[in-house]
């Protein structure tokens, strides 16, 4: 059963006072908008390393899974590039505002984009283009600035908190559309009337309707084999895009790449293998802004331990 997309509507009861905490933090979020982006990113980085000190599990489960991923690297080296990727968390905070305040022009004079000029026959060719992100910290600004160049479909979790909801709503359709993540049938619909979906099959969201694939260098690792169902059903093209922050500080590169010349249509679990080897390019592009606190590998075959025991 499709379950078609409706925006969220406010609601008088968005005022009650148990959401009020919600407002001021919303309210808190269009103020910092407006801080001169410079300020921004100091702040971010300062507030990201005070989540690191005090959120030690979080903690724990990116030191695993950089552990897990990247063996070769030194215990010096994964140090370094965890601190690294809490900064850029905390990055993400201010990110998010950018993305749900910030006008288009401000966007893009901060965005660098590279391999765009291939939507033109895209739109030409009428044929619908599956774009494989990644969860990095600054997806959310990705998508806003992707959106700006050019409009698409996002896959889209509702909150449970209403009023925050509402607010996420409104911030990632200023320039796109939002599909249900559980309305497949809507997906592979826009898909063959040639739009742009977004997906990222990169986390592992169970063992429901996934493959054992490599990722990095975990053998097994539960992989989601949406992106398989989607373009087996569509015939889509299907590329990847990444959004990474410059490390000079004057903004970011969103980078589409060339759709995959030999995605194996007919075959799930080589399928799954064949994406996460495009996800891990993208994620090699900046892993210290990639999410690496998810817990990448909770689940496990039949009969393995958990890895994060």
């Known amino acids: 059963m499709s379950r078609h997309f409706e925006a969220p509507t406010f609601k008088w009861s968005f005022l009650h006072p148990k959401y009020w905490h919600t407002w001021i933090g ?3 979020m269009f103020l910092i908008s407006w801080l001169p982006y410079r300020v921004q990113r100091f702040l971010g980085r300062k507030i990201g390393l005070l989540i690191m ?3 030690k599990s979080r903690k724990k489960i990116a030191e695993r899974n950089l552990e897990l991923c990247f063996p070769e690297m030194t215990g010096g080296e994964r140090e370094t590039l965890l601190k690294e990727n809490f900064e850029h968390m905390g990055l993400a905070l201010f990110e998010t505002c950018m993305a749900w305040f910030w006008p288009d022009w401000r966007i893009k004079k901060h965005i660098k ?7 033109k026959e895209f739109k030409t060719n009428k044929k619908g283009v599956l774009v494989v992100a990644v969860h990095s910290f600054n997806l959310e600004l990705g998508a806003r600035a992707f959106g700006a160049h050019t409009p698409g479909y996002g896959v889209y979790r509702p909150n449970t908190n209403p009023v925050y909801d509402w607010f996420q709503c409104r911030g990632r359709t200023v320039n796109n559309q939002l599909i249900d993540r559980k309305d497949v049938k809507q997906m592979i619909k826009r898909l063959k009337d040639g739009a742009l979906v977004w997906y990222a099959p990169d ?3 169970g063992k429901r309707r996934s493959a ?3 990722f990095f260098a975990v053998e097994k690792a539960c992989t989601v084999t949406g992106t398989h169902l989607l373009a087996a059903a569509s015939g889509c093209e299907i590329t990847t895009f990444t959004i990474t922050r410059d490390r000079n500080g004057t903004g970011y590169t969103l980078t589409l ?3 995959m010349d030999a995605f194996p249509y007919d075959n799930v679990n080589a399928s799954a293998a064949y994406v996460n080897k495009f996800v891990e390019r993208s994620i090699m592009r900046a892993p210290e802004q990639y999410m690496w606190l998810h817990r990448r590998f909770k689940n496990r075959p039949e009969g393995e331990s958990s890895l994060y025991d």
């Open 26 to 28: 919303v309210g808190l």
């Open 203 to 205: 986390h592992d969201y």
């Open 212 to 214: 054992w694939a490599p």
């Open 53 to 55: 000190k005090f959120f």
């Open 257 to 259: 790449d060339k759709p």
């Open 113 to 119: 984009y590279v391999g765009f000029e291939q939507i």
